[in-house]
């Protein structure tokens, strides 16, 4: 559940850990939706004939299919500071791909709030560490380090 607190006890709150989320599953029409998109229609992606030969045995998500479903992953393990306006996306410090998302799978984050730090008069910089687990998996598929940047009202 997203949780709104004032800016000083978002500060103390670095270290602490959030998750995991709701599973969402990654099936074959979310993947060709994505290679559609993104114009990215690598055989490992969309042709299950073909990927079935290769070593994953099977289609995989995209990469970043994997990363762009972070926004949505996490918004119920967010901390926002009170009087919180807006929120954007300001860059990823880390990004690691460590397994595939196979064609199927279910996925789910957990958060950990590395830093705060003000950054001016209303504007906070939230690093967190994401993981992407996949079900059935020991090795994630991502962890990324990823900066948001918090903009309040006074």
Do not use: C
Request: charged content about 25%.
């Amino acid at each position: 559940m997203l949780q709104i607190v004032p800016k000083e006890e978002l500060m103390e709150m670095v270290g602490s850990e959030f998750g995991p989320s709701e599973w969402l599953e990654v099936d074959q029409d979310r993947i060709n939706q994505f290679a559609d998109a993104t114009l990215d229609h690598q055989f490992i992606h969309v042709d299950e004939d073909l990927a079935k030969q290769t070593p994953f045995g099977g289609t995989i998500a995209h990469g970043y299919l994997s990363l762009s479903l972070l926004p949505h992953l996490v918004t119920d393990l967010t901390v926002l500071p009170e009087n919180t306006i807006m929120v954007v996306n300001y860059g990823i410090d880390r990004l690691r791909f460590l397994a595939p998302v196979k064609s199927g799978s279910e996925v789910r984050a957990r958060v950990k709030l590395l830093d705060v730090t003000e950054k001016g008069p209303g504007r906070l910089l939230i690093k967190t560490e994401v993981t992407l687990e996949i079900n059935g998996d020991n090795k994630p598929a991502l962890v990324a380090e990823t900066l948001t940047m918090a903009v309040t009202a006074g």
